[in-house]
């Protein structure tokens, strides 16, 4: 059996135990079970060595589709090694946010600071899911913490690691601002993400001028009207340097 099929053997064997594995994978709860969408983190499944092994599968089957494309990958010396460095991107960069496990977020305890702070542009760099074309933009965080405060770095962590993945800017807006609540133990979490997509521009209607925005307001961004103007005030400044 492949790399592939015993890492989605592995999340389906742990779903049908659902019951009896609650707490078996470093602490993770799942109670609906565990899923490999293209937005899914499923580096607890992937055992050492394990990443190398999907990377020689996708190298093979993405010279087949270099192959179907009628390209002679042996003789053109640019497409040579093409397949090998598209397997290493997918699963290393542009993808890794699969792969790897979430960078180490360490929490402070919060001296007394109970306002809002912001941090932005946070470079955006993802997939489109349905096209498999880039996502270029940026997010700016807001965060009103409680009790404790995590390093300015670390949103920029957080964006750079969900963002690597194949997906919808909606969902990515969303698994940020879960993200952020969870880190940062605080349920008052905004993030908007401005961002150009590839598939609109170099393919379909090819519109160049087009971006997308997407916001999410959570806690108390969501219910004071003042406080959610003075978060788009400070993005809106943040931009303009
Ligand atoms: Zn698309």
Redesign the pocket.
């Known amino acids: 059996m492949n790399a592939s099929d015993r890492i989605k053997k592995r999340i389906k064997d742990y779903n049908n135990n659902l019951s009896n594995n609650l707490s078996k994978f470093d602490g993770v709860l799942e109670i609906n079970g565990a899923n490999f969408r293209c937005n899914d983190n499923i580096a607890r499944f992937i055992k050492d060595g394990e990443l190398e092994e999907l990377q020689d599968e996708v190298e093979e089957k993405f010279q087949a589709v270099l192959e179907s494309l009628v390209i002679d990958t042996e003789n053109d010396h640019n497409t040579h090694e093409t397949a090998r460095r598209v397997a290493k991107m997918f699963i290393n960069e542009t993808f890794g946010g699969r792969y790897k496990s979430m960078p180490n977020i360490t929490a402070f305890p919060n001296m007394g600071y109970k306002s809002l702070y912001t941090s932005g542009p946070i470079s955006v760099r993802s997939t489109?899911?349905?096209?498999f074309?880039n996502i270029v933009g940026s997010c700016w965080v807001g965060i009103i913490p409680s009790n404790e405060v995590i390093g300015l770095s670390k949103f920029n962590r957080i964006v750079h690691h969900v963002a690597s993945r194949p997906q919808i800017q909606e969902e990515m807006t969303t698994q940020i601002s879960e993200l952020l609540q969870e880190y940062a133990k605080t349920e008052h979490v905004a993030v908007v993400v401005k961002a150009e997509?590839m598939?609109?521009t170099q393919r379909g209607v090819k519109e160049h001028e087009s971006d997308m925005t997407t916001a999410i307001m959570l806690g108390a961004f969501n219910q004071n009207s003042a406080l959610k103007k003075e978060f788009y005030d400070i993005c809106f400044s943040m931009n303009r340097r």
Do not use: D, G, Y
């Open positions: 489109c899911a349905h096209h074309q997509h598939c609109m």
